[in-house]
């Protein structure tokens, strides 16, 4: 594992070296026995059977946002991300928000998908003056000239309105300056930015754009400060502004949509009505201002904001009507019966209400969730009046065993409402995974499916041995008898048949190995000294 190995050959030697050290331990286990009994082969192990299981499923769909509004939407088009499909699977809601805290027929919003935390940021835009020149005669000079910003579509066309000012008290203070042209009778465009630029300069260098005029909420005059660079006016928000913008934001209630931090404007460096030169001025620069008459370079912050984990309610009932079924209320025997289940995440969950399906050996990530013993999960018993209460009794049972198989589920965490008939899945904060919980391609949905049956296959790699028997008393009962299990130490069987040190990086992987083989190896030792 040590970077100084950096010779192909001498790697080839260490590899045949390690390549017989494991034909050694494989001769080893073959050939050490006691009167005739192997030790180490694996015969005496009886937890020593090596077999792969692989499981198929069929019926699988993905779950249904079944009210199919997406995250902060009134309405979503049928078909688009988010809104509800028609793949067949589980019925999805999200939690009831009224004051009673839900109940079993009733959801007021979509599923809640994943989303990630918004990086909070400055808004900062430019204002090109770019092209904006003008011809007057020799001397002439401008004053009282308005330069404004107006808060729209960044399209072209300037009103009467103006949202910057050079105070954040209410005054709304223009800011108007004066530009004289050159000798030869020229106003450039980096003459009426630096015309601006000093006014802004008089200043203090900044300006307070009055935000979230529109949305419902109240305007908030926002710091930002000016620099120039030739011809061009770069604004960037303050610290106070941000601030300021996140504060204004914070007190938005619902409905409330207002922008503290816009950067799209559109700008004029003559607005109002001007006489004489001025208004000849006007005349010329506002047919110049068609076509950039807009910020651009626009980067639009926002107030930070905490990531957003998916959530899911699966809510079930024993015969739901027309109405509760719109409402994404699931049936309990379309789902919670013998052989079928979920798959939540990467893992799936059978329920077993047979002792062929509980008995049969499934894949590593399929988990068993035991009903054998509940006898009233069926229509017939929920068609008795008498009966209503064991189904849910017995409903709330499944759940709960459900909730305890997918405890270490990686991907969610599942729990059950305390009426006990609905599953509450959340998306772990811990998940550090890939998969996609958004509602792009129905993300959410296709983590969380139903299946209608599944079926095994599998392969014995070996099978296990039997513990040797050692009698330590005077009578043959089982408290005079010990069990001794040897586990086997082939190098396949310890995990070493496979290292490598052809390269830096398989050496360093194979050191835990080794250590693993070693603690295995120690452990049988120990097994064998008691």
Request: hydrophobic share 35%.
């Amino acid at each position: 594992a040590n970077g100084t190995y950096d010779n192909d050959t001498d790697r080839a030697a260490l590899q045949q070296e390690i390549d017989q050290l494991n034909s050694e331990i494989n001769r080893i286990a073959d050939s050490a026995n006691f009167n005739g009994i192997k030790l180490l082969d694996g015969s005496l192990d009886a937890d020593g059977r090596r077999a792969t299981t692989e499981t198929t499923f069929s019926g699988m769909a993905i779950g249904n946002n079944i009210l199919g509004y997406a995250t902060g939407t009134n309405t979503v088009t049928p078909g688009e991300f988010g809104s509800s499909n028609t793949k067949g699977g589980v019925m999805l809601t999200g939690a009831y928000s009224g004051a009673t805290g839900g109940t079993s027929g009733l959801s007021d919003q979509s599923v809640r998908y994943h989303k990630d935390a918004a990086t909070s940021g400055k808004t900062t835009f430019t204002v090109d003056l770019d092209g904006l020149n003008y011809t007057a005669g020799g001397g002439t000079g401008l004053s009282d000239l308005k330069f404004a910003l107006q808060a729209g579509d960044a399209t072209n066309g300037m009103g009467t309105g103006n949202h910057m000012f050079l105070d954040d008290d209410g005054t709304d203070t223009q800011l108007k300056y004066n530009v004289v042209a050159n000798g030869e009778g020229e106003i450039t465009s980096e003459d009426i930015a630096k015309a601006i630029m000093d006014k802004i300069d008089e200043n203090g260098g900044k300006v307070y754009i009055k935000a979230g005029q529109q949305g419902g909420g109240a305007a908030a005059y926002i710091e930002y400060t000016v620099t120039r660079e030739n011809d061009k006016l770069k604004f960037e928000m303050t610290d106070d502004g941000y601030n300021d913008a996140v504060a204004a934001e914070g007190k938005l209630t619902a409905g409330q949509s207002n922008n503290y931090f816009q950067g799209n404007f559109n700008f004029s460096v003559a607005q109002g009505t001007y006489t004489g030169n001025e208004a000849a001025f006007k005349t010329a620069i506002d047919d110049k201002l068609v076509g950039n008459s807009a910020t651009c370079e626009i980067n639009e912050g926002s107030s930070p904001a905490g990531t957003i984990y998916a959530q899911a309610y699966i809510r079930f009932d024993g015969d739901p009507q027309t109405a509760d079924a719109a409402k994404g209320v699931n049936k309990v025997t379309d789902f919670i019966t013998d052989g079928k289940g979920f798959k939540l995440g990467d893992e799936y969950y059978i329920f077993t209400g047979s002792d062929a399906t509980y008995n049969t050996e499934y894949a590593d990530n399929v988990h068993k969730v035991d009903i054998r013993d509940l006898e009233n999960l069926t229509d017939a018993k929920f068609a008795d009046n008498g009966t209503k209460q064991d189904f849910y009794d017995d409903l709330r049972v499944a759940l709960d065993r459900l909730s305890v198989a997918a405890k270490d589920n990686e991907m969610f965490d599942v729990q059950v409402e305390e009426r006990g008939t609905m599953l509450v899945i959340n998306e772990r904060t811990t998940y550090a995974g890939d998969a996609n919980l958004t509602e792009k391609d129905w993300g959410l949905e296709s983590m969380i499916q139903k299946f209608d049956s599944a079926s095994s296959k599998t392969t014995v790699q070996k099978e296990a041995g039997t513990a040797l028997t050692l009698q330590i008393g005077d009578t043959s009962e089982d408290f005079n008898q010990l069990k001794v299990n040897i586990g086997d130490i082939h190098a396949e069987a310890l995990g070493v048949d496979k290292v490598n040190v052809g390269n830096q990086q398989d050496a360093q992987a194979a050191i835990d190995v080794i250590k693993n083989a070693i603690n295995k190896v120690s452990s049988i030792r120990g097994t064998l000294g008691a």
